[in-house]
């Protein structure tokens, strides 16, 4: 275990944005990613072959797999700014080590400012 430990919480804020930022990038291309294929919806057709492209033989074709796409491009922006996501949570852990902190100044008088 080590003898002490630091922390610069400005430093941790400033990540956390930095994730945020990460995280609101990945929106921004599903959306683009959305409105280009809303755009093109439906455009296989109708017929035999329209329907295999668009369903697939089992329900693996294209609408499934774009769905699936879009699960996969959210999940990361949940992981990363989500609510339990990465940057939430270092946020909180930022707010617990501060207050951890003044709970030790307070008990033990002074210490490094």
Not at 26 to 50: F, H, K, Q
Not at 76 to 102: C, I, N, V
Request: hydrophobic share 35%; charged share 30%; with cysteine.
């Amino acid at each position: 275990m080590a003898d002490k430990l630091e922390f610069n919480s400005s430093r941790a804020a400033e990540v956390a944005g930095k994730v945020d930022e990460i995280g609101d990038r990945i929106r921004s291309v599903l959306s683009r990613m959305s409105a280009a294929e809303s755009a093109g919806s439906g455009c296989w057709g109708g017929d035999e072959t329209g329907q295999k492209f668009a369903n697939g033989e089992n329900g693996n074709g294209y609408l499934a797999g774009s769905k699936n796409c879009h699960k996969v491009l959210d999940s990361a922006w949940e992981f990363l700014s989500g609510e339990k996501g990465y940057a939430p949570e270092f946020r909180d852990a930022t707010k617990a080590l501060h207050a951890m902190e003044q709970h030790n100044r307070a008990r033990f008088g002074g210490g490094r400012k």
